[in-house]
């Protein structure tokens, strides 16, 4: 950690008050030193995921983040966060805490990180707020492990916010510029951790269907010595005393491995595009998914293996993704996607008759790619 | 297909004579037209690897490439491969095949591809040289798909000899610079076609486990705005007006997602390091399988995933990549490998003490990693 840092969190942790030496509940709370290792400890962090009513009555350790907090009297209620769930802690004035150890919970600045000891309790009213609607914990005791700034520059509710609810209601949204210059922050909303969930299982659907079907995944080279496909939109790299390029894709070596009898062959893996159009087709990075396939008689062959493809990914989506799907939903709503098994395939004649049909203007070998700008 | 290409091809289908008028099985054999998608065929092409002793007197039709041929009489033995695997196919004068079609299959230039009909049958003397021991195929019908050079650059049989044994024996074996020249060749062979699938294997495996210990697959960018580390040993890319850097590793983004509640990540992909350096640990550009993992109260907790992750990686491969391990073993022969479960931890004294009992001399924090050129 830079000694600045360091010593900006130092003085973090000293602002908050010691527990005052005449608190009954003083044990119970505080702020910890920063963990170095120095030992290992048995005990068991429950995840937040697994707080559900078979735990009712159980006394469980929890780290997480303080997402939101709010003091009411003699109580403070928190909502601790662990990346897609959260679940509600209740500190209140009793037994195990004492006035000044609520008002120490309800100081903590959110997105700090805590662990809580506390008792699973089912409740009686489902918590809206929270994923675990069923239980709140009854906190014992809560450390500070990690305190978080007091101000931080976007709060994770605004960026959460269905952009059509904000402008209706007149509240706050975030910026792109602002979610980009801290985008450790904004990658910690639910939406954000649903869309990494989602992309690492698109590309592990992918993979897994494609490997069940005998392909083999390869790994090709980027750096290379002479552009690889014409020459336009190719980064040149200095290369020592030389230059070498950017693979603008996989093709040659997919190609390679075909010749060389590995028959089916996929690779997920960055392509570069020294593209300067500021589109959104246009990127000079992407992780491209591509396959390359040797066929028997006909390529339909291939067609039908692409379409099959596509459609184990989007049930693999339906089936195992719903909780990410529903997550990304609530911050941009949109209707459940649909797809046939097996996929729609037209003939390129009916496509255009269709396409005239619906008005569109369009010769014989117009580039198709095109024609969703009008519309379809 | 470059037309150069083209004519060469036209020119080697013309070089096979087309079977003469009076021929009673000239139908059944034959240079067939360029595969251009015409027809789609309902013909069911068996997989090498699936001719065994259960498909006894089924006909059945194969593709392969023409791996040996030998004439002798009225028979060719010809050894059909397919990817690993290879199986005898023997064409006898008979009913099905006249004196000109044994003359014909015996002509086909070796690693042409062809689609042989035939019945298959059980041999009384296990096959040694292919891996469909017990069963070989009776020739009724020989097409070439795709004619190769009579004269390739090298052998397959040379390629994947030994390198003692052709020491030995004074036998042929084929060069890097041979191999790396006619790359798509060298790559066909079984102990090529075994590497690139426990590579493959080994990023599955990895990835498996990590998936089933909760971790997020995560794509990093490569093209960066500046050095990531130090700055020493980076690539500079001409970026439109400006330069940008290729990434020598995702530490920074492993580590944002880290600081993003991610809490277990990993990567694989290339990473890119400018060192001029001809040694076998310097390489301009290496796939990395890269972790990083938030621990609740010691390091060793990244340490015990670490270890286990590379047990499962080592039980994974013995228990789903035996055939492939024989495979590379018969080119290069060595020891079959050997691991604890769970991994040998040692504490740094403990090596340390260890080395200097075995003769090691070395200051208390020299760097273990040469260790292993002082012969450990």
């Known amino acids: 950690m830079p000694s600045a840092a360091r010593k900006s969190q130092e003085r ?35 995840r937040i995921n697994d707080l559900t009513v078979e735990k009712t009555d159980e006394v469980v350790w929890v780290r997480g983040r303080i997402h939101t907090s709010r003091a009411k009297g003699k109580q403070c209620f928190l909502v601790l966060r662990q990346q897609q769930f959260n679940v509600q802690a209740l500190v209140a ?29 089912k409740v ?8 675990q609607q069923d239980v709140e914990l009854h906190v014992q005791r809560i450390y500070v492990i990690s305190l978080a700034e007091p101000r931080l520059p976007l709060q994770l509710d605004d960026a959460v916010r269905a952009e059509v609810e904000g402008e209706e209601e007149g509240r706050a949204t975030v910026n792109q510029d602002t979610r980009l210059d801290n985008r450790v922050i904004d990658l910690r909303t639910c939406t954000s951790q649903a869309v990494f969930h989602l992309q690492s299982g698109i590309c592990q659907l992918f993979r897994e269907t494609l490997i069940h079907k005998g392909f083999v995944e390869i790994q090709t080279p980027k750096i290379i010595s002479a552009p690889s496909e014409g020459g336009a939109n190719v980064f040149t790299i200095s ?16 190609q390679m491995c075909i010749c060389a009898d590995f028959e089916k062959v996929f690779c997920i893996g960055p392509v570069f595009r020294a593209e300067d159009s500021n589109t959104h087709r246009h990127l000079t990075e992407f992780v491209g998914l591509d396959i390359e396939m040797a066929f028997n008689y006909h390529y339909h062959e291939v067609v039908d293996e692409i379409a099959d493809t596509l459609v184990q990914i989007f049930k693999g989506l339906q089936e195992r993704f719903q909780t990410e799907i529903l997550t990304v939903n609530k911050q941009f709503p949109c209707e459940p996607f649909k797809f046939l098994e097996p996929t729609l395939r037209l003939e390129y004649r009916e496509a255009l008759a269709m396409l005239r049909e619906a008005g569109v203007e369009m010769g014989d070998e117009d580039d198709l790619r095109y024609i969703h700008i009008v519309g379809m």
Do not use: W
């Open 124 to 131: 009686h009213q489902k918590i809206g707020g929270c994923t």
């Open 93 to 121: 004035v009793g037994d195990h805490a004492s006035k000044q150890m609520v008002k120490f919970a309800a100081n903590i600045n959110k997105e700090s990180i805590v662990d809580v000891e506390g008792v699973v309790r």
């Open 12 to 46: 973090d942790r000293a602002s908050m008050e010691p527990p005052p030496a005449d608190d009954y509940a003083k044990e119970r709370y505080g702020v910890l030193p920063l963990i170095q290792s120095q030992e290992k400890s048995d005990r068991v962090l429950v």
């Open 239 to 254: 290369y020592f005393k030389s230059s070498a390029y950017l693979a603008q894709s996989p093709q040659l070596y997919k």
